[in-house]
């Protein structure tokens, strides 16, 4: 695999999933355009990847919650006159607790980061892609967006959910020009989202056949990317699971997950 001198735009890459896709693409030779909010972060994981690797990246310190940010990162990287062939949506995170007990405020900038930034970045940058021939987004989805809603996080599903069929029109619009759009589904990750949403405690319950690491899911991202494949659910026990929800009848599917949310959800 020869990726040498794309340059891959990560949202979310401070961390977990996003700075392990840093580094499974740098070693095939990309560069960067690393986005979060924690510019300290980004330029320690900048150092790291010019150091291992020879990876040049732009650092791009944004809160996706704002409106605005999705055109500033576009402005940013057109005035350091560069082209994105590579973006992966992948800035994420949970708000826990049931939807009355959080605040408009706090709902509405999950739906900002979540799903606008998601559609805003793509249509500012999948332009070029399309011009040029080449490109290939990836949007972190999750298994959560095979199952029904559960209590304790009541959007994250649904945005989740929002993202698989959204990757899918994608790749049926613009497959044909040479665009790959891949939505990356994983289960349990080991990377900092539970410490971030209170639920550490509750997920450590889970057995350990159902996590993965962080570079498990970035690896097998990039190669579904690569190889055109449209919807990714990571791991075989995580596929086993999206197979068999979809075969329960919806009463059954209510039944064990209101009993198994229990486990890894903050419901208070």
């Known amino acids: 695999m020869n990726l040498k001198d794309k340059l891959v735009l990560i949202t979310g890459a401070s961390a977990g999933i996003g700075t392990a896709l840093a580094h499974q ?5 990309a560069n960067f355009v690393l986005v979060a ?5 980004l330029q320690e994981l900048a150092a790291a990847l010019k150091d291992k690797y020879g990876a040049e990246s732009l ?3 944004a809160d996706l919650a704002e409106p605005d940010a999705p055109q500033a990162i576009l402005d940013q990287v057109s005035a350091a006159g560069k082209n994105v062939d590579i973006l992966i949506n992948n800035a994420g995170y949970g708000v826990p607790g049931k939807y009355l007990s959080v605040d408009w405020k706090t709902h509405a900038d999950f739906n900002q980061v ?9 249509y500012l940058f999948l332009p070029h ?4 021939g080449y490109g290939r987004i990836i949007n972190i989805a999750s298994l959560a967006g095979f199952m029904p809603g559960t209590e304790g996080h009541t959007c ?16 049926f619009e613009y497959g044909h020009k040479g665009i790959h759009a891949t939505a990356v589904c994983p289960g349990f990750t080991y990377s900092e989202f539970h410490d971030i949403t209170g639920t550490r405690e509750q997920v450590n319950k889970m057995s350990k ?16 990317s690569e190889a055109g494949k ?11 699971i999206a197979g068999a929800i979809k075969l329960m009848p919806k009463r059954l599917q209510y039944y064990v997950m209101s009993k198994q949310s229990k486990n890894f959800r903050k419901t208070d």
């Open 129 to 132: 892609m399309v011009e040029q």
């Open 114 to 122: 979540m799903i606008t930034a998601v559609m805003h970045l793509t």
């Open 37 to 41: 909010r924690r510019k300290e972060r």
């Open 209 to 224: 056949r159902m996590w993965m690491t962080a570079d498990e899911v970035a690896e097998q991202a990039l190669d579904a």
């Open 25 to 29: 693409y740098a070693k095939y030779g």
């Open 230 to 240: 449209v919807v990714l659910i990571n791991g075989k026990l995580n596929n086993v």
């Open 156 to 171: 994250y599903a649904a945005v989740k959910h929002w993202m698989i069929p959204f990757t899918e029109s994608l790749h």
């Open 59 to 61: 650092c791009i310190s």
